[in-house]
C-alpha cells in the first residue's frame, strides 16, 4: 500500500529493442460501444473464459498470494469470466529488460505498463496496438469519468498514432523528504527548515551516532539511481531552482537535466559526496531500497510518496517497518521539506502510460479494458485499496471505515498483494468518488504529517504531456545525459565540464530540435509563446 507513487516516480534508463514486431491482422479495432463497463459482467460471462496476461509494476515488497486468499483475481476472474495473470515487477532496469525479453520471444502481455520513453519506442517497432476507438468514454466510462479528459489524450500521443494512453495520476501530489525526529531530539537538533540546515542535520545523523549504539553505521542520507542515474531525489536541484523534469520561467521552457544550472546542482551534490552524508551505495540502489535502508537504521532522511507513507496506521509503512526491523519503539518518521515555503515540486500533469498488445486479439483486448475501467472506478478502487466491504472495511453512507487488523492479517500478512492492482489508479484517498475514508487507527502524528504535506507550496507545471515525433531519439539523449553526469560526480569530481557536455547534447544528441518542439506543445497548450534556448 506504500510505494506505488514513489515507484512512479522514478526514471529507468531503457534498453531499445532488437528486433522489431509487426502489427497483426487481429489488430482491428472492436466497435466502439461494445464493451462499456456498465454490462462489462453480463457480456462477459456469456463469452469464452479468456486467459489475459499483464505487466505492471508493484512495490518491491509485493507478493500475490495464492487461490482465494488474492480475492480481487478472485473477484475479476468471476466477474469478467477470465484467467487474469499479472506478473509484476518494482519499476527500474529489470523491470525494463525483463519486458524487452518478452518482445524478443514474441510474448507480448494484452496490456502492458510502460516509461515514456520506452513506450515511444513500442509504438515505433509495432508493439503497441492502436487505440483509436478502444479507449473511449463508451468503453471505459469510469476512466474518463474520474481521471482523465478526452482533451488530454491528444496532447498526449507520438508519432501521430494513439496507440498510448495515460495511467490515472495523481491530482494530490504528496511528495515529502521525511526525517528521523527521535535521532534529531537524542542530538538536540531541530526538523530543518533550510537547505544548509538540512545539510547539517545529515552530517550529525553521519558523524555523532543518532541511534547511539556506539557504531559508525549511518548516513544523514539516502536516494536511489537504478545504477543509472543522478537522481531527482537530492535536494540540490531545487536549492538550484529546478524543479520535476521540465518547467516554464517566464517565456522560457526549461528541460531541467539538461539546463545550463545542473552545473550548479552536481557541484552541490558532489560536494554532499565528499562529505561522506550519503549512502555510499546510493547510485546502485533501485527503487524501493531506499526506503528500505531508512526502515533499517541506516539513514535518517530519504524522499517518500504517498499521504499514508509514514502514517502510524500503515503498517507497511515507512512509520511501521523502521520500529519492527530496528525494535526502536521510539521511532518518529516527520514529514519537511527544506523548500516547504518558496516551492517544493510541480503540481501533477499525466504520467506513464498503459498500452495495448498488436499481438492480442479484439476479445483479449475488450475484457482487458472492462477489467481496466472496473480498477478505475468505485468498486474496483475501493477493492484495490481498502479490501473487501465487511472486512477489511465497513461502509456507512459514504463513509468507509478501516479494519487494519484484517487488513494486516488479509493483505499486509499474505505478501501486501494490493500493490499489484494499483499500478492503475492513484494511491490516495477515494475523493473522485465522493467517498470519505474514516480511520479510527489515524493518530495526531499522522494528522499532522498530512497537515504538514498540504501546506507545502507547489509550483506550476508545463501543463500539458510533452511527446516527441518520429525520428526524435530520446531515450538516447537521456542515456548520455545520465553517463555524463555521473562522469561529473564520480570520474571528473567537478563539474567544470558541464558546458560542454550540454552542448554535446544539444548538438549531437539533438536536444535542441527535441526541447524546442517541446516548447511549441506547451505553446500551443497556454496560448502564448514558449521557447528553448540551447545556448552557444
Not at 536541484?237 to 545542473?262: A, C, S
Not at 533499517?296 to 507513507?309: E, H, P, S, T
Not at 517544493?344 to 498503459?354: K, S
Request: net charge negative; aromatic share 12%.
Amino acid at each position: 500500500m506504500k510505494r506505488t507513487s514513489a515507484i512512479l516516480a522514478s526514471l529507468a534508463a531503457a534498453s531499445l529493442l532488437a528486433t522489431a514486431c509487426g502489427n497483426n491482422d487481429n489488430g482491428a479495432s472492436p466497435s466502439a460501444g461494445s464493451s462499456s463497463s456498465g454490462s462489462s459482467a453480463s457480456s462477459a460471462t456469456a463469452a469464452t473464459k479468456l486467459k489475459l496476461n499483464w505487466y505492471v509494476i508493484a512495490s518491491a515488497d509485493a507478493q500475490l498470494p495464492k487461490g482465494d486468499a488474492d480475492f480481487v483475481k478472485k473477484a475479476i476472474d468471476e466477474k469478467f469470466n477470465v484467467d487474469l495473470v499479472i506478473d509484476y515487477m518494482p519499476l527500474g532496469t529489470d523491470f525494463q529488460n525483463k519486458f524487452n525479453s518478452l518482445v524478443a520471444s514474441n510474448d507480448i502481455p494484452d496490456v502492458f505498463f510502460a516509461e515514456g520513453i520506452p513506450s515511444n519506442q513500442y509504438i515505433a517497432d509495432g508493439v503497441a496496438r492502436d487505440m483509436t476507438g478502444l479507449v473511449t468514454p463508451a468503453n471505459m466510462p469510469n476512466y474518463f469519468k474520474y481521471w482523465v479528459t478526452e482533451e488530454e489524450l491528444p496532447k498526449y500521443q507520438v508519432q501521430g498514432k494513439f496507440a498510448r494512453a495515460p495511467v490515472p495520476y495523481e491530482k494530490n501530489y504528496y511528495r515529502s523528504y521525511y526525517v528521523r525526529k527521535d535521532w534529531l531530539d537524542n542530538l538536540g537538533l531541530s526538523v530543518p527548515k533550510s537547505y544548509d540546515e538540512m545539510v547539517e542535520v545529515m552530517k550529525a545523523f553521519t558523524t555523532r551516532d543518532p541511534d547511539g549504539n556506539n557504531k559508525n553505521d549511518t548516513y544523514g542520507f539516502t536516494a536511489y539511481g537504478n545504477g543509472t542515474n543522478m537522481s531527482l531525489e537530492f535536494p540540490t536541484y531545487v536549492k538550484n531552482g529546478l524543479f520535476g523534469d521540465f518547467m516554464v520561467e517566464g517565456d522560457q521552457f526549461i528541460d531541467t537535466r539538461t539546463d545550463p544550472r545542473m552545473q550548479q546542482v552536481l557541484t552541490d551534490t558532489r560536494a554532499l559526496l565528499d562529505l561522506g552524508v550519503v549512502d555510499r551505495d546510493w547510485l546502485l540502489n533501485k527503487n524501493g531500497q531506499q526506503l528500505e535502508k531508512a526502515e533499517q537504521g541506516k539513514a535518517g532522511i530519504v524522499l517518500g510518496f504517498g499521504k499514508n507513507l509514514a502514517f502510524d496506521n500503515n503498517p507497511e509503512g515507512l512509520q511501521a517497518k523502521t520500529k519492527e526491523i530496528t525494535k526502536v519503539e521510539t521511532a518518529n518518521w516527520v514529514a519537511f521539506d527544506p523548500f516547504a515555503d518558496t516551492g517544493t515540486y510541480l503540481t501533477p500533469v499525466p504520467g506513464n502510460p498503459f498500452l495495448f498488445s498488436s499481438k492480442s486479439t479484439d476479445v483479449e483486448i475488450e475484457r482487458s479494458m472492462q477489467i481496466l475501467d472496473w480498477l478505475a472506478g468505485e468498486e474496483g478502487f475501493l477493492m484495490t485499496h481498502y479490501g473487501r466491504e465487511g472486512s477489511e472495511y465497513t461502509r456507512s453512507g459514504s463513509t468507509i471505515t478501516l479494519n487494519q487488523e484484517a487488513y494486516k492479517t488479509n493483505v499486509t500478512d499474505q505478501g501486501n498483494f494490493l500493490s499489484v492492482y494499483q499500478w492503475f489508479t492513484p494511491i490516495s484517498g477515494p475523493e473522485a468518488f465522493g467517498v470519505e475514508v474514516s480511520d479510527p487507527n489515524m493518530t495526531d502524528r499522522d494528522k499532522e504529517i498530512l497537515a504538514t504535506m498540504n501546506a507545502y507550496k507547489l509550483v506550476p507545471s508545463v501543463g500539458t504531456s510533452l511527446v516527441v515525433k518520429e525520428g526524435m531519439d530520446l531515450a538516447a539523449l537521456r542515456k548520455r545525459m545520465n553517463e555524463l553526469q555521473i562522469k561529473v560526480l564520480y570520474d571528473d569530481k567537478t563539474a567544470d565540464n558541464w558546458p560542454a557536455y550540454r552542448q554535446e547534447l544539444m548538438t549531437k544528441y539533438a536536444g535542441k530540435e527535441i526541447f524546442e518542439y517541446y516548447a511549441q506543445q506547451v505553446s500551443e497548450a497556454r496560448g502564448t509563446t514558449v521557447s528553448f534556448d540551447a545556448g552557444n
